[in-house]
């Protein structure tokens, strides 16, 4: 299996812009989180699905973040507009109902947001 | 309000001798904790993990201690070896609210041949 894969690895966006970051989680997995690390704040979830359906988006900062999962194997994480202050790695993992939450994640998109 | 913290950024190590790294949690309904290394320019993978009903886990060169009395676990190394070098996240999970994950900080462990 290929792992979880994350596109693109790298993005440099001017403020305002709109940002699309996507993943494509490990085939069969039912559950897909989305992550950002930072200095501040390390590693904090924003947003999980479970079959698709967003289940827990508390983490979420602001309305600017939207994230959707149209099917099993893909989801994306949009920002809109765009901030310095986004600027982050952000990771997708995923993982089985019945694996004691052992999360596999993807290699992380580095946003940069000037 | 973090739930669970590494106090330590940082730690080093020579090679051979054991790497101890520690994490507190705050939430009392946590039961289940793992522990991740992460390498620069990847994403975390599991190490190793442990359920509240043991005190113990152990695989290979790692094992990770659970007093849940003191709400702390801590992760050993031994020996250590310059490949451990990377930084190490604890993460807690209450089972009955759901497969969210909280992370602590994280430590950067640096082995030094």
Redesign the interface.
């Known amino acids: 299996d290929a792992g979880v894969i994350q596109s693109p690895r790298h993005e440099v966006t001017e403020m305002g812009q709109e940002v699309t970051l996507r993943c494509k989680p490990i085939s069969g997995h039912d559950y897909l989180f989305w992550y950002r690390q930072t200095m501040m704040r390390g590693l904090e979830l924003l947003i999980y699905f479970n079959n698709n359906v967003p289940i827990d988006d508390s983490g979420m900062p602001e309305d600017r973040f939207s994230a959707k999962m149209p099917n099993a194997s893909f989801s994306t994480l949009k920002i809109q507009p765009s901030e310095p202050r986004d600027s982050a790695v952000y990771f997708c993992a995923s993982s089985l109902t019945n694996t004691y939450n052992e999360q596999f994640f993807g290699p992380g998109t580095r946003l940069t947001v000037l | 309000d973090q739930q669970v913290k590494q106090n330590s950024p940082s730690l080093s190590v020579q090679e051979g001798r054991i790497s101890i790294l520690n994490c507190d949690y705050t939430n009392s309904m946590f039961d289940?904790f793992?522990w991740?290394k992460k390498y620069p320019?990847?994403?975390?993978?599991?190490l190793i993990?442990i359920?509240s009903i043991k005190d113990k886990n152990e695989d290979g060169r790692f094992t990770v201690f659970l007093n849940k009395s003191a709400k702390h676990l801590s992760l050993h190394i031994v020996p250590s070896q310059p490949g451990d070098s990377a930084v190490y996240?604890c993460a807690a999970?209450d089972?009955n609210a759901?497969?969210?994950?909280?992370?602590?900080?994280?430590t950067r462990l640096m082995v030094k041949p």
């Open positions: 289940y793992l991740y320019a990847e994403g975390p993978t599991f993990s359920s996240f999970n089972r759901g497969n969210m994950l909280t992370f602590g900080g994280g």
